[in-house]
């Protein structure tokens, strides 16, 4: 900022310049350094870090809003874990269910099968019983058989 500063004081010292040559004032050949721009992203983790920023009055002022947001960020990720596990329950319950319809359909088709007039004849000559050839027949009582029985 100083050689600015002299570059000015140059041009108003030299009262030969005209006033095209004041308006437009000669470039120096000196080569210009860029500006270092200070981080402000660098200055604030350094303050936090450092433990200045947790001094202020506005942070102290708002710590029971902070320990209130940790609660809730807490609780999110507690519901979070109960979700999850309640999902795998779910999931272990789906499958449960779905194996003991697969035995219920195996045991249906079984017990069909075992019904079957063929499969009853065949397990019960295992046991020595045999099927009757005689076809049934009813049996048909007239009030005049029945009065005879009771005597």
Known sequence: MQDNWRHIEGL???AANTFAEEAHPTISEEPVKPVK???KGKKMVKAFLGGDYLTREKVAGN???????SV???VLIGNTYSTERKFKEIERTKSELKELRYRYITTKSEL????????IS???NLIGLRESLMPPYK???SDKTKANREN
Request: overall charge positive.
């Open 12 to 14: 108003k010292g030299n």
């Open 37 to 39: 721009k200070t981080k």
């Open 63 to 69: 710590i029971p809003f902070l320990l209130y947001i």
């Open 72 to 74: 809730l960020v807490m």
């Open 112 to 119: 069909m099968f075992r019904c079957r007039q063929t499969e």
């Open 122 to 124: 065949r397990q019960a």
């Open 139 to 141: 049996i048909l009582y």
